[in-house]
C-alpha cells in the first residue's frame, strides 16, 4: 500500500494564465486524505510545464499509479483536461481517470458520458477520492462513496448523493511536496505571491453563480478555518516559501466581520509583514462595516480588494438575486476614495437572459460614475454570464432558445470574457453593445499602466521579487501594451460616456489577442528568477 501513488493533474486555464499562475490548491486539497494514509501524492500542473508536458505528464505514471485524477472547471480548461486524459487512456488503457472539480460536480451526465473518463467526483472529494482507492485496491460497494458518479457495464448512468456536510483538511496538515513555489506568481508583481483559502462556499443566492448550485445540498453552506490556524498558516508560507503577498481566494471573505477583524489583527500583533489582497467581497458587508475596518485593512497592508457590484440596472440585480443597491455601491466607492491606500476592483456580470440595452447603458453609467469618484477604482471586465444547469436563470436561457451541449467539449465554447458565438438568450443588438462595453471597460481605468507598467504591483522586498519570466521579444510586447493601452483609453471612454458602440473593430482584435498570449504562455515552462 506504502508503495502506491496517485497522479493529480491541473490543465492550463486560458488566456488569464498570461497574467496570474496561482498555486494548484485544488491539488494540494483533494490529495490531502490518500497522503494521509502514505499513499503518495504526485501533482501535475501542465500550466508551467511547457511545450514537452504530454511526456513529463506520461512519466510520472508507473507500475503503482492506481489512478490518475484531473481537476476542471468549465471553458477552455475542458480542451486540455480532456487531451491529457485521452492521452493517458491511450498510453495506459488499464488505469482508472477521475474527473473533479465545479464543471463536472454541475454538468455531470456529459461529462460522466466521456469514454475516457472512468469516475467523477462531485463536490469537495479529498474523502471520496481515498475511497475510491480503496475499492480500487479491496473491492467493496461504489454506492457508498459520496458524490461518485459513473456508467456501469449497462449502460446506465449511476450517481451517489453529494455529501451532506462540508469537511476540509486542516492548514497545518497541508503539503506542498512536489510543487515549485517559484513557478507561481503574477505578471509584474514585485512579491512572492502565497494564494490561500481562509474559507469555503457561499451562503448567498446570486443567480449567476456556480455556487449556490455547488453547494445546496450541504446543510451548512459556509465554513471557515479559524484566526488562529489561518495565521499560523501565514507564518509559515512567509517563513518557508518567502511569501510576501497573501492572496485570499475565499467566495466571499467577509461573511464574518469580526472574523476578518481577528484575522487581520492577529497578523498586525505577531509582526507579520505582508501584503494582501481580497478576491471575494460583498458590496453590502462593506457598506456595513465602519470606517474602523478599513482602517484595519490600511494597517495591515490590504493593498486591492475584488468587489461584486454585478450591475447597474436596479432591474438586473433583482433578477440575479444579489441582494445589493446602486446606492450602496456609490456609496462604498466614495469612501474607499478617502482611503487613498485601497484600490477597489469592481466586477460586473451582463448578458443575463432579459438583459437589454438600456440595462447595459445603466451599468456604463455606473462605471463612469465609480471612475469620477475614484480615479483609483479599477474594473476586472464586463463578465459575460455563462448559464449552469441547475439555476433559475439557466431556465430562463433554456426558453429563449438555449440547449444544453451533449458531450463534454460542447462546454468549452462558456468564456466569460469574451466568446465568438452569440448567446442563444440575447438578441444581436445586446451582443454588439455588451462585446463593445467587454472591450471598452478593460481600458478606461488605469490597471494597465498600473500593472503592466514598470513599477509593477506592491513594494520589491531585498533580493527575492518574482515574476513571470518572459522571452526577449514577449517581454517587448509587454512593455508596448501599456503604450497602446494609453493611445486607446481616450477612446475608450469617450464610447463608454456616450454610448457609442459603432464601428467595433478592437473587440476582434482584443478577442484575438487574448487568445494568442493565452496559447504562447501556457507553452513556455515558467522557472522561478530567485528564491
Request: glycine share 8%.
Amino acid at each position: 500500500m506504502s508503495e502506491q501513488n496517485v497522479v493529480l493533474f491541473y490543465p492550463r486555464l486560458g488566456w488569464m494564465d498570461t497574467f496570474i499562475l496561482d498555486l494548484p490548491l485544488s491539488l494540494v486539497y483533494v490529495g490531502d486524505t490518500c497522503r494521509k494514509h502514505g499513499i503518495e501524492v504526485r501533482m501535475f500542473d501542465q500550466r508551467v510545464e511547457g511545450k514537452a508536458w504530454q511526456e513529463k505528464f506520461l512519466k510520472l505514471v508507473d507500475t503503482n499509479t492506481i489512478l490518475v485524477g484531473f481537476s476542471c472547471m468549465t471553458g477552455s480548461p475542458i480542451t486540455h483536461a480532456l487531451e491529457a486524459t485521452r492521452l493517458l487512456k491511450l498510453n495506459h488503457p488499464e488505469l482508472t481517470t477521475v474527473w473533479g472539480g465545479y464543471h463536472p460536480t454541475i454538468c455531470y451526465e456529459s461529462t460522466m458520458r466521456e469514454q475516457s473518463i472512468d469516475y467523477i467526483v462531485r463536490g469537495h472529494g479529498h474523502d471520496s477520492l481515498y475511497q475510491l482507492v480503496q475499492y480500487l485496491n479491496d473491492g467493496g460497494d461504489l454506492s457508498a462513496i459520496e458524490g461518485l458518479g459513473w456508467i456501469d457495464k449497462a449502460g446506465e448512468l449511476l450517481l451517489n448523493p453529494m455529501p451532506s456536510k462540508l469537511s476540509f483538511p486542516l492548514l497545518k496538515d497541508l503539503s506542498f511536496k512536489g510543487i515549485e513555489m517559484g513557478n507561481y506568481t503574477r505578471f509584474n508583481y514585485q512579491q512572492r505571491v502565497y494564494s490561500l483559502f481562509t474559507s469555503f462556499g457561499c451562503p448567498h443566492k446570486c443567480g449567476f453563480c456556480f455556487a449556490p448550485i455547488h453547494y445546496r445540498n450541504y446543510k451548512k453552506r459556509w465554513y471557515a478555518y479559524e484566526p488562529n490556524a489561518i495565521i499560523d498558516h501565514i507564518e509559515m508560507a512567509v517563513n518557508e516559501f518567502g511569501a510576501q503577498y497573501i492572496s485570499i481566494l475565499d467566495e466571499e471573505f467577509l461573511i464574518q466581520r469580526k472574523r476578518a477583524e481577528e484575522i487581520f489583527q492577529k497578523s498586525l500583533d505577531r509582526g507579520i509583514d505582508v501584503e494582501w489582497g481580497i478576491r471575494g467581497i460583498r458590496i453590502d458587508d462593506l457598506d456595513r462595516a465602519d470606517d474602523s475596518f478599513l482602517e484595519l485593512l490600511k494597517a495591515v497592508g490590504v493593498k486591492q480588494v475584488m468587489i461584486g457590484v454585478e450591475s447597474g440596472s436596479p432591474r438586473m440585480l433583482k433578477l440575479m438575486q444579489k441582494g445589493i443597491t446602486v446606492e450602496q455601491t456609490i456609496k462604498v466607492n466614495q469612501r474607499l476614495a478617502k482611503n487613498q491606500i485601497i484600490l477597489p476592483s469592481y466586477n460586473f456580470m451582463s448578458g443575463l437572459p432579459g438583459e437589454t440595452v438600456e440595462d447595459l447603458y445603466q451599468s456604463v453609467d455606473l462605471i463612469l460614475r465609480l471612475l469620477d469618484d475614484n480615479p483609483d477604482a479599477s474594473f476586472s471586465g464586463m463578465n459575460q454570464f455563462q448559464p449552469y444547469p441547475g439555476s433559475d436563470l439557466y431556465d430562463l436561457c433554456v426558453k429563449a432558445g438555449f440547449r444544453e451541449p451533449k458531450d463534454l467539449e460542447g462546454w468549452v465554447y462558456s468564456d466569460t470574457h469574451f466568446s465568438d458565438t452569440k448567446a442563444a438568450w440575447l438578441d444581436e443588438k445586446v451582443q454588439h453593445t455588451l462585446n463593445a462595453v467587454q472591450v471598452s471597460l478593460m481600458f478606461s481605468d488605469n490597471k494597465v499602466a498600473r500593472e503592466l507598467g514598470a513599477g509593477g504591483i506592491g513594494k520589491s522586498k531585498q533580493s527575492n521579487s518574482t515574476g513571470l519570466v518572459r522571452g526577449r521579444t514577449l517581454g517587448f510586447v509587454f512593455k508596448l501594451i501599456p503604450i497602446l493601452a494609453g493611445i486607446y483609453q481616450p477612446i475608450a471612454r469617450w464610447r463608454l460616456r456616450h454610448h457609442f458602440f459603432s464601428f467595433l473593430i478592437e473587440y476582434k482584435l482584443y478577442s484575438f489577442l487574448s487568445r494568442k498570449l493565452g496559447q504562447i504562455f501556457s507553452l513556455p515552462s515558467q522557472k522561478k528568477q530567485s528564491t
